[in-house]
Structures are given as structure tokens and as C-alpha cells.
């Protein structure tokens, strides 16, 4: 085994070893006249640059085709608490120099604090490792089933890179190993919450609960250094969900870490803060260290394959969550305060997660209640959206409770009309544990026909939730201009129109929590975002009674009959056009069933697209759920030219005077009358 050294033999004399010096300055004075004059002869963001000037300024680093098998070194982490303690590295080898790949260095790790804790822990990635004092690179992968004494080492040359934004090859790890990444350390979160904020990271690194920052010592803060553990925070404050790691290098207010990426998402803004290590752990997949987070200390900006970079002394932007809850029941009350990362990957997860945790920890169960739940959305265009509603549910009232919240969140993260960021989320909760539900079983109106200007009056029939039915009267103006035709009238509950939208928290429940709504005209798809959170305010509450009445459309302006040719005048006797695609369906008994089979060949319907909806919305007492639907006809308004007659109304009946418009009056002929009458006695 041996140090990695500069090898030379001794010069004879000091005439010798003063024309070397000589010949060296010569020679690096015209290198140096070279460089100015011809610029630089690389981008002082080349790694390999930067790797020369260090080692010429005190800061060395050294080159993979530097290293040796049987190379002895050091690397640095922390065991416990925030000390960095060193331990032995040995050189086994390079592997993977080749275009496909970045090279690894393989090392042996030894030394008492290693065989305690079992090898390599996972949290000790980006542990730096020094061979002859200069930065080789930093731990980062072990073999898979090992007793993790074995590991490899991710040189600093591509990790230097990160801090030039440079982009970094992709790459894969050698096969058979995997990297020494921490687990997902969790605090103020669990059961379903943490499944939920678990989503945002399927398939990544267990969850271990850790304790809260600072429990551990009453230690805030720890300076950062190489060999200084940290942890990368997705939420920080009374919930947390953090991964550690250790740091390799810093560089003036920049550091690099890891030796591997976290998620691989290039250009990020996750918070970043010092960490105390309260325990390493061994288990059947090796051990790891369990970590409290500290003081925030600046933020990551590269996630990239070779590890993570970021800047000291600058914060991450983050979503300011605040959830006040109160139970009437036990009279408990909390508040939560969280903040979330910016980042649309795991912000809907990361913030729906987080209130649940604050209704379902508040409440201590999960079950029947009813909530009065308020919030208000602050964004970065600065524009706020506020709402408040109520909810009653037999089963889960704080999953129902969150469902709204869920959507306005998900409604800024996911759109793809606006660059606009959520900057705070307030939630406002009190819940109680009556049920408080009515179910619409009927609707009746006074009258099956009514006309422009009419008041109709429509009797509801509700049933609370265990008690007696009840009947509520609401009365809708039929405006004066509506046109005749046949109406639609519908009645539902406020309850309906919350609907169990596909990615939410209800998205699973039975098909009949979901909003039922025959009419989706009436919700016309926005494109924009502004439009989407305005209908999402305005919305019918959970107590509201809605009820709509689709007028028929309008009739189409039509030329007067008089001033038309004979060849384009209607026949007013024949009956209204049959559709073709529906031509084989009708009866062929005669015309009139055809006009009884289609009446809106007559008059115009509510299912015309230019059906328009009188709304009215009546507060109740319960949150309100079903639907029930009935036709009204819109009869024609006297005196406004509109009205209609059966066919032939008005007329007299042919040979009473009257002539028959369209028929042939004279007399029939008497050869034909004769041929006819033959032709009759001799069917008889």
C-alpha cells in the first residue's frame, strides 16, 4: 500500500538543478505569453482547469488517471451528532473508463468507526475522499448484498461540473450496485397522510420517522464543510419530509454533495439546512443514519446524475402552508405551519398531505361529522382566491373536507395556461360530529304549462338525515321573452356539484359521490386559469338548493310566407320533416304519428344547445345531496304572433263552402267516375 506521491531521482549537482530552474521558468513564461495572446486556453469552468489551478493554489484535487490500486487515503463524515470524523480509504481500482460511462474509483473503507456502525451507511454518500490530502471524489454507490466495506467513489471531476451548470452525461452505475442514499426521513406525519405525500415519490427509498429538528441536543445549527452531513427538504416546520446526505466540497458560498442525484430534475429549488446524525441504524438492507434537521443553510439548484449542487446563504421559494382545526366535540385545536417546495412534482402531493394530517390528527378518528371549512390561496400574479363551504359526511369528513382544497391546489399546479406560482395556502376548519344531510326525494310544480312572464312555483320534497321529510316551496320567474317550447326543469343538491374529481382525494370513493350533471353545457371548459379559480369560487356551496330551468331556444327568424314564391309557399297541411337517420323508426300508420313522434319538429326544446338556464339558489340548513328533473312547456305568449294551430284549425272542413287550399275544385270527371265505380262493384 502506498500514498499517491510526486517520483523523481535526486539531481547530481546544484549547477544541474539550477539550469533546470532555469529552463522551467523559460518555459513557463512563454506558455503564459502564449495564453495571453491567444486567450484562454479553456473556459474557467472546465473542471479539468479548475483541477489544474487548485492544485497549483493549496486546494488540490487529483485526476482518476492519477490513482493507483493500493492507494491509502481518508474520507470524512459524521457518525454522530455534527462532529466529521475521518476513516481509511483503500484503492482497489478504476472501472468504467470508457465513453459509455464516467469512470468509478472502487475503495476498501476501514477504520474503527466503520467496523461500529457496519460499512458503509446509507447517508454517507458524498462523504469526500483525500488521497495524499488532494479531493479524489466523494462515496456514493455499494455493492448490492455486501457487508458495504466495499463502495465506489464518483470522481470530482464531473461533480465539479455542477457548479458550472455544465451539463453532465447520463450515465449508469455499475451493475450489481446501488446508491448509499438516505431514506426518507418524516416528522409530524403518518398513517394515510404519509401514503398520500408518499405518492409524490413512488418507487423511491423507505420512510423512516425521525425526530423533529433539534430534539435530539437542543443544536440549531452547524457550520458546513466537507464531510458535513446535510439534509435536502421537500417540507420543513411542524411537518417534515427531508433525505441526508453528506457534503464534499464548498467553494466560496457553493457546495456540492452526494455523488449521486436526488431526483435527477437538472435546474431545483429544494431548502437545504445542516444536520444533526442521532442514530446509524443497521437492518437487513445495510445500515443508515437517522437525521434531525437544523437551521436552514441556502438551497440546491442542480440535481443532476453526479450529484447535487447548490449556493449557501440564499433560500429555496417556498409554498407557506397555514391550517388552523378545530373539533367541537373534544374541543381540541391546533395549528399547523409548513413550508413546501415550489416544485410541481410534489407540490399537490407534499400540501394535500400535509392539511389531512392536520384534520385527521386533530380529530383522532376517522369517521361521520360535519365541517365548516374555509380558504384563501395567495398567488404570485396577485391575484387571491377565497372559499368557503360546508361538508357532511357519514363515513370520512376530513377526507370530504380536503377534497376542495385539493382541487384549487391542483388547479395552479397542474394548469398549463399561466406561468403562475402558489405562494400560501390558509385553511380554516371547525368540525363537528352530527351528520347534517337531506337527500331530494321529489319535485312537483303548480302547473305542467306556463308562460313568458309567469311565476312557477315548485314544491321540493327533502329528507334530513334520520328525521321527518320536509317540503321546501321555491318559486322561478319565467322570464318575459322566453320563446315557446318544451322546458327543463332540474333540482339538485349543492352537495352534488362537488364533485369527485379524477386525481383527487375522492377519486376512489363509490361512483355516487361523484357529481351527477345531464347538463355539462351548463359548465363550459375554460382555458384560462383566471377563469378556472373564478367558476371555482363562485360555485353553489354544499347547503345550496340548486335550481335551473333550461328555456327552449329561440326560434329562427323566418321569411314571410306571402312574399314567397307559389313553388317555395309550405303546405301547411303536410307534417314537419322527419330526420333521416330517424325515417325507419317511425310507425307508417299516417303523417300524424309522425307529428306526434317528433314534437320539437315543431316547437323548439331544452336540449337545444342554445338552451339557456334561469339558476336559483336557496340556502339550507343541511348539505344537500341528489337530483330530481321534470318538462314544462313554455306555452305561447297572446298577442305576440307566436301562437300556433293544430293544421287545418281555422278552416273549413272541404265541401262545406270553403275551398281546400292546394286541392282542385271542378267537378270530377265522368269517365274516371265511371272507371272507379267499375272497379269497385267488381271487387265486391
Not at 471524489?137 to 470522481?155: F, K, M, N, W
Not at 380536503?402 to 390558509?426: K, P, Q, R, W, Y
Not at 330551468?549 to 314567397?564: G, K, Q, R, S, T
Not at 312547456?633 to 278552416?651: D, I
Request: net charge negative; aromatic share 6%.
Amino acid at each position: 500500500m502506498r500514498f499517491v506521491a510526486a517520483r523523481g531521482g535526486a539531481a547530481s549537482g546544484g549547477a544541474l538543478a539550477l539550469a533546470c530552474c532555469v529552463v522551467g521558468l523559460l518555459l513557463a513564461a512563454i506558455v503564459l505569453s502564449s495564453a495571453c495572446v491567444s486567450g484562454s486556453a479553456a473556459d474557467a469552468s472546465d473542471p479539468a482547469l479548475r483541477m489544474r489551478e487548485q492544485a497549483g493554489s493549496g486546494t488540490a484535487f487529483v485526476g482518476v488517471d492519477e490513482i493507483r490500486p493500493g492507494d491509502i487515503g481518508i474520507a470524512k463524515t459524521v457518525f454522530s451528532g455534527t462532529e466529521i470524523e475521518e476513516f481509511g480509504v483503500e484503492v482497489l481500482g478504476v472501472l468504467g473508463q470508457g465513453d459509455a460511462s464516467h469512470p468509478y474509483i472502487m475503495v476498501r473503507v476501514f477504520g474503527d468507526a466503520i467496523e461500529r456502525v457496519g460499512g458503509i451507511a446509507d447517508g454517507m454518500s458524498g462523504s469526500p475522499v483525500y488521497l495524499d490530502g488532494r479531493l479524489a471524489g466523494a462515496i456514493s454507490h455499494v455493492y448490492e448484498g455486501t457487508d458495504r466495506s466495499i463502495g465506489l467513489v464518483t470522481p470530482i471531476e464531473p461533480m465539479l461540473k455542477l457548479l458550472s451548470l455544465a451539463t453532465v452525461r447520463e450515465h449508469e452505475a455499475p451493475a450489481g450496485t446501488e446508491p448509499v442514499r438516505s431514506p426518507l426521513l418524516v416528522s409530524g406525519i403518518s398513517g394515510r397522510s404519509l401514503e398520500m405525500a408518499s405518492a409524490a415519490l413512488k418507487g423511491r427509498r423507505p420512510v423512516v420517522v425521525a425526530p423533529a429538528a433539534g430534539t435530539r441536543s437542543g443544536q440549531q445549527s452547524a457550520d458546513i464543510a466537507p464531510g458535513s452531513a446535510i439534509a435536502v427538504q421537500l417540507v420543513d416546520g411542524d411537518i417534515g419530509i427531508s433525505t441526508v446526505g453528506t457534503v464534499t466540497y464548498v467553494e466560496s458560498d457553493a457546495f456540492i454533495a452526494f455523488g449521486h442525484h436526488f431526483e435527477a430534475a437538472g435546474a431545483v429549488d429544494y431548502m437545504v439546512s445542516a444536520a444533526e446524525i442521532v442514530l446509524i441504524v443497521q437492518s437487513d438492507n445495510g445500515p443508515y443514519k437517522i437525521a434531525a434537521p437544523l437551521t436552514a443553510v441556502g438551497h440546491v439548484t442542480q440535481d443532476r446524475f453526479t450529484g447535487i449542487a447548490g449556493t449557501l446563504g440564499a433560500d429555496a421559494a417556498t409554498v407557506e402552508v397555514t391550517v388552523g382545526v378545530r373539533d367541537t366535540e373534544t374541543g381540541e385545536e391546533r395549528t399547523y405551519d409548513f413550508a413546501v417546495i415550489r416544485d410541481e412534482r410534489f407540490l399537490y402531493s407534499l400540501i394535500t398531505a400535509g392539511v389531512l394530517e392536520a384534520l385527521d390528527s386533530t380529530l383522532g378518528r376517522i369517521g361521520h361529522g360535519t365541517s365548516t371549512v374555509s380558504m384563501s390561496l395567495q398567488l404570485s400574479s396577485g391575484a387571491s382566491v377565497t372559499r368557503s363551504n360546508t361538508y357532511s359526511d357519514r363515513f370520512d369528513i376530513a377526507l370530504w373536507s380536503l377534497n376542495e382544497i385539493a382541487e384549487a391546489v391542483g388547479m395552479v399546479a397542474f394548469n398549463e395556461d399561466t406561468a403562475v406560482e402558489l405562494l400560501s395556502l390558509t385553511v380554516d376548519a371547525s368540525i363537528s360530529p352530527e351528520i347534517r344531510t337531506a337527500w331530494i326525494e321529489s319535485i312537483t310544480t303548480n302547473a305542467g304549462i306556463v308562460k313568458p312572464g309567469d311565476t312557477l312555483k315548485v314544491q321540493i320534497g327533502l329528507r334530513p338525515y334520520r328525521s321527518q321529510a320536509v317540503t321546501r316551496e321555491v318559486e322561478i320567474q319565467v322570464p318575459s321573452d322566453a320563446a315557446a317550447g318544451y322546458a327543463h326543469l332540474s333540482v339538485r343538491g349543492g352537495g352534488e356539484m362537488i364533485a369527485a374529481y379524477a386525481g383527487g382525494p375522492l377519486s376512489e370513493l363509490e361512483a355516487d359521490a361523484a357529481a351527477y350533471d345531464p347538463y355539462p353545457a351548463e359548465q363550459e371548459p375554460v382555458s384560462d386559469l383566471d377563469s378556472q379559480l373564478e367558476e371555482f369560487a363562485a360555485r353553489p356551496k354544499g347547503t345550496d338548493l340548486v335550481i335551473d330551468l333550461y328555456l327552449p331556444a329561440p326560434p329562427e327568424p323566418e321569411d314571410d310566407v306571402e312574399d314567397l314564391p307559389d313553388r317555395e309557399r309550405p303546405n301547411l297541411l303536410e307534417p314537419p320533416a322527419v330526420p333521416a337517420e330517424f325515417a325507419d323508426e317511425l310507425p307508417r300508420e299516417d303523417e300524424q304519428d309522425q307529428r306526434q313522434a317528433f314534437p320539437t319538429a315543431r316547437m323548439p326544446h331544452a336540449s337545444d344547445e342554445t338552451a339557456r338556464p334561469v339558476r336559483v339558489v336557496v340556502p339550507l340548513d343541511w348539505v344537500v345531496y341528489g337530483y330530481e328533473e321534470l318538462g314544462v312547456e313554455v306555452a305561447h305568449q297572446e298577442g305576440s304572433g307566436q301562437e300556433t294551430e293544430e293544421p287545418g284549425a281555422g278552416m273549413e272542413e272541404p265541401g262545406l263552402g270553403a275551398e281546400e287550399p292546394g286541392l282542385d275544385t271542378e267537378e270530377p270527371d265522368a269517365e274516371a267516375e265511371a272507371e272507379l265505380q267499375a272497379l269497385t262493384s267488381s271487387s265486391l
